[in-house]
């Protein structure tokens, strides 16, 4: 069964990190460009990060990342990161990590004091 499953999100103040992951079943990681999407309330879902598939390695970051998160990849876990710091509080939103037509369930981030 193929699947994505997000988890790490959490409550974390202005300025602090978190790490999220997408843990991928029934195909290898590195095969299709995986992902990260947000989507705040009341807001459309939004493109985060992605990194490259077949292997390769191309990562791309929205603008409003401005260097505070870093996507990679951990083949031998199949599993996807996004590390996440300097927070903000716009930062706040549900995670998706994305893969083709296939999404994850979402975790949820809020940044708040």
């Known amino acids: 069964q193929l699947q994505l499953v997000e988890s790490g999100g959490g409550l974390v103040q202005p300025g602090g990190s978190l790490r999220l992951s997408c843990a991928a079943s029934?195909?290898?990681?590195?095969?299709?460009?995986i992902g990260w999407f947000r989507q705040a309330p009341g807001k459309e879902r939004t493109g985060v990060s992605c990194?490259?598939?077949?292997?390769?390695?191309?990562?791309f970051y929205a603008d409003f990342v401005e260097g505070r998160f870093t996507i990679s990849r951990d083949n031998a876990k199949n599993t996807v990161y996004l590390q996440m710091n300097s927070l903000k509080h716009e930062d706040t939103a549900v995670y998706y990590c994305?893969?083709?037509?296939?999404w994850g369930q979402g975790t949820q981030v809020t940044v708040s004091s």
């Open positions: 029934g195909f290898p990681v590195d095969y299709y460009a």
């Open positions: 994305n893969a083709g037509w296939l």
């Open positions: 990194i490259s598939g077949r292997g390769g390695s191309t990562i």
